[in-house]
């Protein structure tokens, strides 16, 4: 439940109920004993059910049960689907009858005896939601929780971080998420989630996560706040913005976002494209960004392809975070440009590759166009090393790094 319900709707659904209980009758008091008569001998089957006890009445403590929820919700607008499946939900997996339920929510005791599953009945019930009552749902802030401790610990950071860009590798095919400004782990955050490439005219749910992608993965139930998603529309062009203005905690241990739809409205079937989005990985904890930026890195010459030349901008500060883009020009028009980081300097660079190098993680910079130049998209917070920092980018027209067919370049702090 989002919040507990005020005093007053509290107390007059208290009394709702009593009254309600006390017409069933109570048989610790004994009425004067009357000579039966053929007109009480005669009562109807139907009339004879109508005077037994209210709770030996399924049927009244489910309406009962109904209206008690309708009133704690903070909208008279939450479809009563969602409420039968929160009460059933409910039920069934705290094992409570329907009277023990009805005695928790009308003693305001619910919240630390059902918050506990909470999460798991709120999920399944908003999973057989129409996807206009799903809206509805969201709209009443049935699904809103207090964050206020959560805030209270953290602030803004000083300095945004650079905008956060989807890895294609945890994306669906043509889908690309944006958060601007990124997550600064640890710290509120309040920006814009931006998406481009979706299927076009239907929602799209954004669930956040606590801790590196890793985790998350290995638990995500638990790690995802799959109680409060932030919705947005997709429009006919597949984008979507969904606009965050209320602060939001972020993890320490790091943070992912999971971007998500459901075309059919059936949650059982996997054909909702998505993305997820993580603010770092754990090569990355432990570096932020410099205070100043550096000036732009110029390729060397010496270690550059003929007529090439690029940079990067700005340029890199070893031992910190590094968000920017890297553009080149002479190069060959059509070939694509990718890359790779590494530990090193222009000293030792040539003996380290092997395995100073992150061949398990290379970057694609850009398709050079007909004047032979390319740019990147701005690049999310990269990892750079202490000791100095290397970057091996170049083509390889013909795929295969043995022969030496390409150009190129490599880049050094030092």
Do not use: H
């Amino acid at each position: 439940m989002a919040a507990n319900p005020s005093a007053k709707i509290l107390l007059a659904f208290a009394v709702f109920f009593s009254v309600l209980t006390g017409c069933g009758g109570d048989n610790s008091t004994a009425a004067p004993e009357a000579e039966p008569t053929a007109e009480v001998e005669n009562l109807s089957k139907d009339e004879d059910a109508a005077n037994q006890p209210d709770e030996e009445n399924p049927q009244s403590d489910s309406d009962t049960l109904i209206a008690l929820v309708q009133a704690l919700m903070p909208s008279d607008d939450v479809p009563q689907t969602f409420i039968e499946c929160w009460i059933d939900e409910t039920l069934n997996i705290n094992g409570f009858s329907a009277e023990e339920l009805l005695d928790l929510l009308l003693g305001g005791d619910e919240d630390e005896k059902l918050d506990g599953f909470n999460g798991d009945v709120v999920q399944t019930c908003i999973g057989v939601l129409s996807a206009e009552d799903f809206a509805t749902v969201l709209a009443s802030g049935i699904l809103d929780v207090d964050e206020d401790d959560a805030r209270e610990s953290q602030v803004f950071p000083d300095v945004d971080a650079p905008d956060l860009f989807s890895d294609p590798m945890l994306a669906d095919e043509g889908i690309e998420i944006v958060v601007s400004p990124g997550f600064t782990d640890g710290y509120l955050w309040s920006g814009a989630v931006k998406g481009a490439g979706m299927p076009p005219g239907i929602a799209t749910a954004i669930f956040g996560c606590a801790g590196s992608f890793e985790t998350v993965m290995a638990n995500i139930f638990e790690a995802c706040d799959f109680d409060q998603p932030v919705v947005a529309f997709i429009d006919d062009q597949g984008n979507f913005v969904a606009t965050v203005n209320d602060p939001v905690p972020t993890s320490p241990e790091g943070t992912c976002i999971i971007v998500t739809t459901d075309p059919d409205d059936n949650p059982d079937t996997d054909d909702g494209p998505g993305a997820i989005v993580c603010s770092n990985s754990d090569n990355l904890r432990g570096q932020t960004l410099p205070e100043e930026t550096a000036a732009d890195l110029l390729s060397n010459p010496a270690f550059t392809t003929a007529g090439a030349e690029v940079i990067v901008s700005p340029g890199i500060v070893d031992g910190y975070l590094w968000s920017g883009t890297i553009s080149g020009t002479g190069f060959t028009p059509g070939e694509v440009v990718a890359g790779v980081g590494c530990s090193g300097t222009y000293e030792n660079i040539l003996e380290v590759i092997p395995f100073a190098c992150d061949t398990a993680n290379p970057f694609v910079l850009g398709v050079v166009d007909e004047n032979g130049t390319f740019a990147s998209e701005p690049g999310p917070p990269s990892p750079t090393a202490t000791e100095g920092t290397c970057l091996l980018m170049g083509t390889d027209p013909d795929n295969n790094p043995d022969t030496d067919d390409g150009q190129g370049t490599i880049i050094c702090t030092r």
